[in-house]
């Protein structure tokens, strides 16, 4: 893979150390040599690829040559990589670079002793028939099956805590859901309840304490699980401050009753549209109507002000229709994202897992979901990620593929995410060879996140997809106990 340079060669070279050896790159196809950015790890890749970053806009992959070479050294704190051009960029992380010089044998100092490396011949080995590729990928979104979208008789709700009380607002009404900014702009002689102004990339948004608008007992909203709804409410969006998001749910609309009248009277009138029964009825979440939240005309004009400059600073045209949504979660210190049209529900982990004779290996039991056996999985082994989450904080992600339910536990869910088409990148070339399970990476360079957005149908292969088919057959439905 690497052989003595030849005194002969007359082009550039880019000497480098690994390990306590030299080696040496042609100058021809280095783009740049840059410090070690923030590396985002991509899961069942080779053990070579460090993972993906972000360089000025693009996603590149950053591959340890240590490991390349056989070495079983890792790369330092200080360690730089080297960007190279093979149609698409690919990062090689170094130890630190030695010179520059005319020819290989002739670099200043001991560089006579650099062997020159076989770039393509190191990278197939851990990646296949590596070739040079050209950029222009197309990014699309994946197909989701019509199979996957709600059906006409359910609803889905984003539930949340408020003041120690549960709520939920429809899907349909919630644009995001992101955490509570650290700084918040107040605005002067605003309504108690307008909390101030917070930037939601780029974007300038109204931010209301729910607490207040609810009459609630007001408290402060810091804290780790705080979170903003970004909800619509006519033709703008607000901010509503909540405790902490609890869970997405996917419930059939014979679940939702409606308010009775002794509550709809007074300030209540219309906030409240229903009230969804869970738990067999032993726990109640009140529905919010985003149209009615806000009848104080003082604190409507106050927020379509707001909403007006937002427009007149430019911030460039609001949400998109090309925009697509997104539940992230996190994973063994990464985030990861899964269009919510394949979402059914996010839920807690329950207490116990029961364990169905002759099911698969790879499922770790099954719980039941209002009367359904859906079978669960949990996806940091899947990912091969030795951690574990906080058991409190853990979830289970509800996904439907292929006409079938399986439910992922993940170590927390963070976000309800718009992510505009101009924030989504392919998969690098690298990353995808040893992992299609990550269908594409969202750059949301803003805020220096990297998202890895995972395509519903490779979470389970052909052979776990036809073993839960047979699972399904033999355990349909079952009765809620």
């Known amino acids: 893979m690497a052989k003595a340079a030849l005194a002969s060669v007359t082009q550039s070279f880019l000497t480098v150390e690994v390990g306590g050896e030299r080696f040496a790159l042609p100058a021809a196809d ?122 006409r008789d359910t609803v889905a709700l984003v539930w949340f805590a408020v003041a120690g009380q549960d709520f939920a607002l429809p899907l349909t009404s919630v644009h995001e859901v992101v955490a509570l900014p650290d700084h918040v702009a107040v605005v002067p002689q605003a309504d108690a309840v307008m909390l101030g102004v917070l930037s939601l990339r780029g974007q300038l948004l109204p931010l209301v304490s729910l607490r207040g608008l609810l009459g609630l007992r007001t408290a402060s909203h810091g804290g780790g699980t705080a979170r903003v709804v970004v909800a619509r409410i006519g033709e703008g969006l607000v901010g509503l401050a909540i405790d902490g998001m609890k869970e997405i749910l996917r419930i059939s609309s014979d679940m939702i009753d409606p308010v009775p009248a002794i509550l709809t009277r007074g300030d209540a009138e219309a906030q409240i549209q229903g009230i969804c029964r869970l738990e ?14 806000f009848r104080d005309q003082a604190l409507v004009e106050q927020i379509s002000s707001q909403t007006e400059k937002n427009h007149d600073m430019g911030t460039e045209d609001g949400p998109s229709h090309d925009d697509e949504q997104f539940i992230v979660f996190q994973l063994g210190g990464e985030e990861y994202g899964l269009p919510i049209e394949a979402v059914d529900e996010v839920v807690r982990v329950p207490e116990a897992l029961t364990r169905l004779p002759k099911a698969p290996a790879f499922i770790e039991g099954v719980m039941n979901l209002r009367g359904r056996v859906v079978p669960v999985i949990d996806q940091r082994r899947r990912f091969r990620f030795e951690t574990q989450g906080e058991k409190r904080r853990e979830r289970i992600v509800v996904v439907r593929i292929d006409h079938m339910q399986a439910g992922f ?53 052909r052979a776990e997809k036809d073993l839960l088919a047979a699972m399904a057959n033999d355990h349909p439905k079952r009765s809620a106990t």
């Open 409 to 461: 536990v993940v170590d927390t869910v963070s976000e309800v995410l718009k992510i505009s088409q101009a924030q989504l990148r392919p998969t690098p070339d690298l990353a995808a060879d040893g992992s299609q399970v990550i269908d594409r990476i969202a750059n949301i360079e803003v805020e220096g996140r990297m998202i890895l957005l995972l395509d519903p149908r490779e979470l389970l292969d």
């Open 30 to 151: 280095v783009a740049e040599v840059i410090r070690r950015p923030a590396i985002t790890r991509v899961p069942l890749g080779p053990s070579s690829l460090l993972g993906v970053a972000n360089l000025r806009g693009a996603v590149i992959p950053v591959v340890s040559l240590h490991s390349l070479l056989g070495q079983k050294g890792t790369p330092p704190a200080n360690a730089r990589v080297v960007v190279i051009d093979r149609g698409a960029p690919v990062g090689l992380a170094i130890d630190r670079v030695a010179s520059l010089g005319s020819a290989a044998g002739e670099a200043p100092g001991d560089s006579a002793q650099a062997r020159l490396i076989d770039l393509d011949a190191l990278l197939a080995k851990d990646f296949g028939s590596f070739t040079r590729r050209t950029q222009g990928r197309q990014v699309s979104a994946p197909r989701v099956l019509q199979e996957q979208a709600a059906d």
């Open 280 to 293: 067999g009825g032993q726990r109640l979440v009140s529905i919010l109507s985003s149209d009615h939240l």
